[in-house]
């Protein structure tokens, strides 16, 4: 796996629960307990939240995740980080659902990471589906029907575009 190469392996997680190796409130018993495609660390498990997110904004500062923090920052007119987030990077890819299964990829990637990304197929209309769904909650947060700062941590990429990016920081 790529991303192994550029991060310790063992900070990347296929298929992350947010009750993997819980020691907080989310434990296997907590009820709803989202998953993300990919996850990559450090994570946030325990209850000592503060030290927790202080590992996780350090490890932020990777020229990967600062390429995709710019990228974000474009997409959205800046970057504003989820300060409790579950892992450093959290990846939804869709390549099939529909617009409500790709607002839940937006709801998962921006609660759950630090910096959270939507990867796409780069053929076909599903890409033009996910920056629709980005555009509606663009135009949300511009009415004041949303906060401010609603998913200013996602990015969304086609699956090329990402390569590209990750073939650079190989």
């Known amino acids: 796996m790529y991303l192994g190469r550029i991060f310790d392996g063992r900070r990347v997680c296929r298929q992350f629960s947010i009750d993997t190796n819980a020691s907080d409130v989310f434990?296997?018993?907590?009820?709803?307990?989202?998953?993300?495609?990919?996850?990559?660390?450090?994570?946030?498990?325990?209850?000592?939240?503060?030290?927790?997110?202080?590992?996780?904004?350090?490890?932020?500062?990777?020229?990967?995740?600062?390429?995709?923090?710019?990228?974000?920052?474009?997409?959205?007119?800046?970057?504003?980080?989820?300060?409790?987030?579950?892992?450093?990077?959290?990846?939804?890819?869709?390549?099939?659902?529909?617009?409500?299964?790709?607002?839940?990829?937006?709801?998962?990637?921006?609660?759950?990471?630090?910096?959270?990304?939507i990867i796409g197929p780069s053929e076909g209309d599903m890409m033009k589906r996910i920056i629709c769904v980005q555009d509606y909650v663009k135009t949300l947060r511009n009415l004041d029907k949303a906060p401010p700062t609603l998913f200013m941590n996602v990015a969304c990429l086609d699956g090329h575009k990402f390569l590209q990016i990750l073939q650079r920081f190989l």
């Open 27 to 117: 434990t296997s018993d907590a009820g709803y307990l989202p998953r993300l495609d990919l996850a990559i660390g450090p994570y946030n498990v325990t209850t000592d939240r503060e030290r927790n997110a202080e590992n996780i904004m350090a490890a932020a500062n990777n020229s990967f995740i600062r390429e995709i923090i710019t990228i974000a920052a474009d997409q959205n007119s800046q970057f504003i980080e989820n300060k409790n987030p579950r892992c450093l990077l959290s990846i939804e890819i869709e390549f099939s659902g529909s617009s409500k299964l790709i607002m839940g990829d937006f709801t998962n990637a921006g609660m759950m990471g630090h910096v959270g990304l």
